[in-house]
């Protein structure tokens, strides 16, 4: 595709429920990355992968986050046991190698009820 | 005290004004510096991108990098309702781990 494309646009769970949200990076892009961005701040960095394997993933809070991107392109970041403390905006990017020129998709708007 | 400081804002001004917007920030070994510009219910999209000191132009925008101040400006002149977003300011060491503003609202009034 042209861009990032996040999917679900939107997501509205149970508190304690699991929940993966899915990120398909430009397509020929080795890096990917998520972010987490709360209302009114700016983006929070959670884990960053080069190719299949997960390079950096000192940004997630817990145990109760994991992502994965088996094949090198699509990515799932995974969460279980929902708090309403998650609700936020996920951001996915990804770039052409490791650096900071990356392009972001739209976000999936996470509510945790 | 944040690694990187911004002022929400917002900031107001009439269309076609030369903008200011600015971060200033804690970490001396940042070295790549950008800015984004984020509308409403979008992702992030990049509009600067500067290594070190010095100034960058491209169109009606200008980035500006004061490494000994630790104050990175961006400027937009004439200024048009359509650049009315959040601008966020990232910045980062040669581990290319970026650490963000809170970013900026900025409206342009028609």
């Known amino acids: 595709g042209a861009g990032v494309s996040q999917t679900p646009s939107n997501k509205v769970t149970e508190k304690g429920k699991y929940v993966e949200l899915r990120c398909d990076p430009i397509?020929?892009?080795?890096?990917l990355y998520w972010y987490r961005q709360s209302l009114g701040q700016g983006p929070e960095f959670l884990i960053y992968f080069q190719g299949t394997g997960a390079a950096d993933d000192s940004g997630l809070p817990n145990d109760r986050f994991f992502a994965v991107r088996p094949e090198g392109s699509v990515s799932t970041l995974k969460i279980q046991r929902t708090e309403r403390g998650d609700s936020a905006v996920y951001l996915c990017?990804?770039?052409?190698?490791?650096?900071?020129?990356?392009?972001f998709g739209q976000g999936t708007r996470l509510t945790v009820v | 005290q944040k690694e990187v400081e911004q002022d929400p804002g917002p900031l107001s001004v009439p269309e076609g004004a030369i903008v200011s917007l600015n971060c200033t920030y804690s970490n001396s070994a940042f070295q790549y510096f950008m800015w984004y510009r984020q509308y409403s219910r979008k992702g992030p999209e990049l509009l600067m991108y500067?290594?070190s000191s010095g100034n960058k132009e491209d169109g009606r925008f200008t980035a500006q990098v004061d490494k000994s101040s630790k104050y990175i400006s961006l400027f937009i002149r004439d200024s048009q309702p359509s650049d009315s977003a959040t601008y966020l300011c990232?910045?980062?060491?040669?581990?290319?781990?970026?650490?963000w503003g809170a970013g900026t609202k900025l409206i342009i009034k028609p």
């Open positions: 990017a990804s770039s052409l190698v490791h650096d900071t020129e990356a392009f």
């Open positions: 397509s020929g892009h080795t890096a």
């Open positions: 990232a910045m980062s060491g040669f581990n290319y781990q970026l650490i």
């Open positions: 500067t290594y």
